[in-house]
Each structure stands twice: as structure tokens, then as C-alpha cells.
């Protein structure tokens, strides 16, 4: 019997001219480069030719982009889970490499094993991996192929439940972090409800070089 697979996937470039941490500020929409790497993801999840059964994105609009490609071909509804998305920030709005320079901002930063600007690192991974459990426990399309689950996330997401599932610690370097624009990180479930990782690609990896906002805050 087939294993069903979840895939979080990053969305693609942001069109972010000012250079801002947008966080879950709305109207941030994909660049015309962005929509070319979500086109990336899903092609490339078309082409392991595994059947998926859900279509799952964050509500805010560059995820929802992101998945537009995919619910193309694979002909399937999207449907929107707030527990997949961005995490709240106290710098959303501002230019970080200015903001961290003023005294004001400087309490925001006391902490990064919390961290202290944001959500708490155990909160964001509580809240995705529940979504992920809720995923694997999705109707199966037939008794032989319970057909995998794709979910358009963002980059802080994806990596702190990575770091999680891998046993590792919460805190880390977001310039470390191995989640590229529109990269697919891979999930399985064993018998004893164990959520584990097997798999991560990178199919916009040639578009990358000409992406101007990477998002990595």
C-alpha cells in the first residue's frame, strides 16, 4: 500500500522593490520571476507522477499564487489553512538592515532563542505540524493510493518544523536556512503517527540567481 506524502512548499519571489519585511502585511504579490518558480514546483511535482489529493496554502496572497499553478495541474480546489502562515513579526514594514541600526528596536532583538521579535519558534511549529497531522489524516482517494497533500507555506514555517522533526535545536541563522523560493520539503507518517522527512528539492534553483527578494528575515 502506497505511503501518502506531504510536501511543504515555499512560495515563490515576492515583488518587494523597497526591500521590506512584509510578514503578513497584505498585497505582497508574487514578481513576474516569482510566478515562474511556482510554475517550477509544480512541474516538478507533476513529474514524480504521484497522485495528490488536497491542495492546502496559507491566506496570505503570495502562497495563494504559489498554489495557482498547481491546482492547475492537478485539477484541484484550494483550500486555505491559517496555520501554515508567516509568523507575526515586530519589524513587519520596515527595512531590517535600518531598523536594527536604530537603539529604539533594539529590546525586539534581546532574545533570538524565543525570539523576542515575533512568534515564539514553538508555537509556529506546534501550529504547522498540527496542520500536517490533520493533512496525513485526509480522505484517501482510493483503499491502494491515499494520494499525497501539497501545502504552499513560507520559509520560517518549513524550516523551524524541519529543524524540529530532525530533532535539532530552534534557533538558528536565517541566512543558514535550506529553503529557497518555491524548494519542496518532503513528509511522510510512520505506522506510529511519527511524522519524519524525506525529501527536500530545489526547482527554481536556476531561476534564483536573477531573484532580487529572497525572503529569508
Not at 514578481?31 to 514524480?48: V, Y
Not at 512568534?119 to 511549529?125: A, G, K, L, Q, T
Not at 519542496?184 to 522527512?197: C, D, K
Amino acid at each position: 500500500m502506497a505511503s501518502r506524502q506531504v510536501h511543504l512548499v515555499r512560495h515563490g519571489e515576492v515583488y518587494n522593490p523597497d526591500h521590506v519585511l512584509y510578514g503578513r502585511l497584505p498585497e505582497f504579490h508574487l514578481s513576474q520571476l516569482g510566478r515562474r518558480m511556482a510554475q517550477a514546483a509544480a512541474d516538478e511535482l507533476t513529474s514524480r507522477e504521484r497522485p495528490v489529493a488536497a491542495l492546502i496554502a496559507s491566506p496570505l496572497i503570495r502562497a495563494q499564487e504559489s498554489a495557482a499553478p498547481h491546482a492547475a495541474l492537478f485539477k484541484l480546489d484550494l483550500r486555505t489553512d491559517p496555520r501554515i502562515i508567516e509568523p507575526s513579526n515586530h519589524f513587519e514594514g520596515k527595512v531590517m538592515a535600518k531598523a536594527v541600526k536604530n537603539p529604539v528596536n533594539w529590546p525586539w532583538l534581546i532574545n533570538p532563542a524565543r525570539p523576542s521579535w515575533g512568534e515564539p519558534y514553538r508555537s509556529i511549529v506546534a501550529r504547522v505540524t498540527a496542520a500536517m497531522t490533520d493533512a496525513f489524516a485526509l480522505p484517501r482517494l482510493t483503499e491502494d493510493e491515499p494520494g499525497d497533500v501539497i501545502m504552499v507555506s513560507h520559509q520560517l514555517p518549513i524550516w523551524v518544523t524541519h529543524l524540529s522533526l530532525s530533532g535539532e535545536r530552534l534557533m538558528h541563522d536565517p541566512r543558514q536556512r535550506r529553503c529557497d523560493l518555491s524548494s519542496i520539503t518532503t513528509f511522510e507518517q510512520n505506522a506510529a503517527g511519527v511524522i519524519h522527512e524525506v525529501g527536500y528539492s530545489d526547482p527554481a534553483a536556476a531561476l534564483l540567481p536573477g531573484a532580487i527578494d529572497v525572503g529569508a528575515v
